[in-house]
């Protein structure tokens, strides 16, 4: 696997050395680092089963102190099992959390390629927190930045390319011939004169064989498999309403809990009265727990949602906010505004003396609000414990994108050592970020909340909910950013200087990513998007104001807003020289970005622009971005009627090398898409006064509607070369892509989020 260097640049110092161990293993896709893994034998129910495990797993399975799975090299962590019942049902475990982003057909489509099996007996299952699944590049557990088929292709490739060699060998035993004569197909090997083997007859014997110290992968031109565009393994069961998610997790005598949030984050409670709640029928306690945010939370412990909702509603609880801060968006923006007019900590450090000569000047202010995840399967999760002291376990089910953080947090919260704490990885509702958060807030508010059940008496699992109004008005947000821009052109429209400065709180600042992802006082993550690909003189700085109001990544995080400043003032520029958007872009791009060229020519080519002529009233826009090391270039057609911008047709080139399911990637840009949109419509917005943030759902958090989706036309450049990510690169250009039509409609470019036209 290829890591660009701009990326390992951007990478902590730690993970970028594991990143380029593992760019350099892969390769020779013969296993370097084999000769540290085990296959263990499996006997399940049905059948038997071949999984694979790393070092880390096989100590804890013969009761050796665990390795720490930072301690192991990529190629050491293959993280992946596959269990082949005697039916010739191959059950795949995957890696990552499943929110959505179909990577429950993607993985499984990448092993099953190379141990050739039958695909419509392919299934899979959520791995958990056991250190065998942890990301292979990144070292630990996590469903994030759009990595899950990118840093698993060549782990999962050859792991079903053992698993294939481990089942020929056994029918060449059986068979008395060379495994070299032996050919597979769809579950089956052939033999000498058309004998068959299913993979089912051959566990019993593959799994008495070594495992092989190299394979040989595929070469991309025999692919029957990845590639070919593919229904979802979990459609069926979503579509009919089967599907279960965390929420749906039920154990017998589970209490259920809600909680009353400060409406100050860090409030202390000085006083709960909690008479009217507990009188309410199945209340069974209420309950005062920490808040990682600091202060504390009121939580009413139920026999059942509903009930427990009442309690919280019957509560009367008297909260002193007097020693936190108390966020105000209009005294923020003005504070932002005064910010962005002195130079930062320095990302880029270009001489912009030129600026006071410049034939043109651009000057430009930016503002983005706060946004929320809101995810559609509202948070939650579900606690047991058993056992007391040293015997004292944990079980927790949830969607998680990091397992490993909320192990670490539950045993820290409960007083648990790691092993004695299980966390079962549940298919998600949505997450866009949400469900990895370095805090793991609702994950210790589950676990506190469990503890003081259990001390309280009652000893049953209890599952935690926040309803979306819980998580809108007191959740975690993409953080507000304001940028400024001024840009000096030259006679001939090109760039000689370009100072911009970017306000917005640090999303990594007193974390544990602190250390690595904030660089000279820049929070690599606000400025990620900037500048590249375009090769122009720019000095860069940031500014990361402390401010009580959570944040965190969003989905493509970054991106969201640095992609919407650089590819309007791109189209602005452009615009000033008087050249067409889309050749200045191409001509920008030269010979350095063939995969920026190739996306924005193919969008070009299929959307017609250029060449046919669009309805009255109607604006071509354009924008390309590189996020995740894909690139998502966007041809849409948009109008503006009565102050109210419509965007009628999306046409995306998507550039993402090799496309394993490319039936999941138009999937994952048609949402990006969508979600890009949902960051222009009015009212997309989160806002605080006294402390407090004003919205609590839909009715005043508004999201797309139906009547909002326009047609999108996804098309991917051909490529074999292995895959890049695609489960946010739909997001970034979206945006900038419509406010380019609309300032070429109207003259005047949107700078400010959700758009305001009226």
């Known amino acids: 696997m290829h890591i660009p260097q701009h990326v390992l640049a951007d990478m902590p110092q730690g993970l970028r050395s594991l990143a380029v161990d593992a760019s350099t293993n892969d390769q020779t896709a013969t296993g370097a680092g084999i000769e540290r893994r085990s296959f263990l034998k499996l006997a399940t129910a049905s059948g038997f089963a071949l999984g694979a495990f790393p070092m880390a797993a096989l100590a804890k399975a013969e009761g050796d102190a665990p390795v720490a799975a930072s301690s192991l090299k990529p190629t050491q962590q293959p993280a992946a099992f596959v269990r082949i019942d005697r039916d010739g049902i191959v059950t795949v475990t995957i890696n990552r959390l499943d929110f959505g982003q179909g990577v429950q057909t993607g993985l499984p489509m990448v092993l099953a390629e190379e141990l050739d099996a039958d695909w419509s007996k392919v299934r899979s299952v959520h791995g958990n927190a056991d250190p065998a699944y942890v990301d292979p590049v990144m070292g630990f557990h996590l469903t994030g930045g759009s990595g899950s088929i990118k840093n698993s292709y060549t782990q999962y490739r050859e792991l079903g390319a053992r698993t294939r060699a481990m089942l020929v060998a056994a029918a060449a035993k059986r068979w008395g011939v060379d495994a070299q004569s032996l050919r597979t197909q769809a579950g089956q090997v052939i033999g000498p004169r058309g004998k068959k083997l299913g993979y089912g007859e051959l566990t019993d014997a593959a799994m008495a064989l070594p495992v092989p110290q190299q394979v040989v992968l595929k070469d991309a031109r025999d692919f029957r498999i990845i590639g070919k565009a593919t229904g ?44 009217a709640a507990k009188a309410i029928k199945g209340v069974r306690a209420v309950l005062r727990v920490p808040s990682v945010l600091g202060g504390e939370v009121v939580a009413v412990v139920a026999n059942s949602y509903w009930a427990a909702k009442q309690g919280r509603d019957a509560l009367k609880v008297e909260w002193d906010s007097a020693s936190v801060g108390k966020v105000d968006s209009t005294q923020q923006l003005a504070q932002y505004r005064e910010l962005a007019k002195k130079t930062g900590a320095i990302k880029f450090d270009a001489d912009v003396s030129k600026l006071s000569g410049a034939a043109q000047k651009i000057s430009a202010e930016y503002v983005f609000p706060y946004l929320a995840h809101t995810p559609m399967e509202p948070l939650n999760c579900t606690v047991r414990i058993t056992g007391t002291g040293a015997n004292a376990k944990a079980e927790l089910w949830l969607g998680t994108q990091a397992p490993g953080w909320e192990v670490a947090t539950a045993a820290r919260v409960l007083g648990l050592q790691p092993q004695n704490v299980r966390v079962n990885v549940q298919m998600a509702g949505g997450g866009f970020g949400r469900r990895a958060t370095p805090s793991s807030d609702y994950v210790a508010e589950a676990c506190h909340i469990a503890m003081a059940t259990r001390a309280a008496g009652i000893d049953a699992p209890v599952r935690l909910i926040w309803s979306r109004e819980d998580d809108v008005k007191g959740g975690y947000y993409r953080p507000m950013h304001v940028h400024r821009a001024e840009i000096g052109l030259d006679e001939k429209g090109q760039v000689v200087a370009w100072d911009h400065v970017i306000v917005g709180q640090s999303l990594a600042k007193g974390t544990a990513f602190e250390g690595f992802m904030v660089k000279e006082g820049v929070d690599t993550t606000t400025v990620e998007g900037m500048k590249a690909p375009y090769d122009l003189p720019m ?21 969201t807003h640095t992609a919407y400043v650089m590819e309007t003032l791109i189209d602005e520029i452009a615009r000033a020289s008087k050249q067409d958007p889309v050749d200045f872009r191409l001509r920008q791009f030269g010979d350095k970005h063939p995969r920026h060229k190739a996306a924005l020519q193919l969008a070009v080519e299929k959307s017609g622009y250029g060449k046919r002529q669009l309805e009255a009233g109607r604006a071509w826009g354009v924008a390309v971005h590189e996020s995740f090391d894909s690139i998502v270039a966007y041809i849409v057609e948009a109008s503006v009627k009565d102050g109210s ?24 840009v048609q949402g990006g898409a969508l979600m890009g949109l949902g960051m222009c419509i009015p009212g997309a917005a989160i806002t605080f006064k006294d402390g407090q943030v004003e919205q609590s759902n839909f009715g005043d958090y508004v999201v797309p509607r139906l009547t909002d989706m326009p047609e999108i036309a996804v098309h991917i450049v051909p490529s074999a070369d292995a895959p890049t990510g695609m489960g946010e690169p739909g997001v970034p250009p979206l945006a900038p892509a419509f406010a380019n039509a609309i300032a070429q409609l109207t003259g005047k470019v949107p700078r400010e989020l959700p758009f305001k036209l009226a």
């Open 539 to 559: 000095r860069l700085s940031a500014h990361h104001p402390v401010l009580n109001a959570p944040v965190l990544w969003w989905r493509s995080v970054g991106s």
């Open 232 to 275: 979802r393994i979990d459609a069926r069961a979503k579509s009919s309403g089967n599907q279960s998610y965390g929420i749906d997790t039920h154990l017998p005598g589970m209490l259920t809990a809600v909680v009353l949030h400060p409406p100050v984050y860090g409030s202390k409670v000085l006083s709960v009265d909690d008479g």
């Open 645 to 668: 911008p419509k965007l009628h047709k999306v046409t995306a080139g998507v550039h993402c090398n090799l496309a394993v399911n490319p039936r999941g990637v138009e999937a994952q």
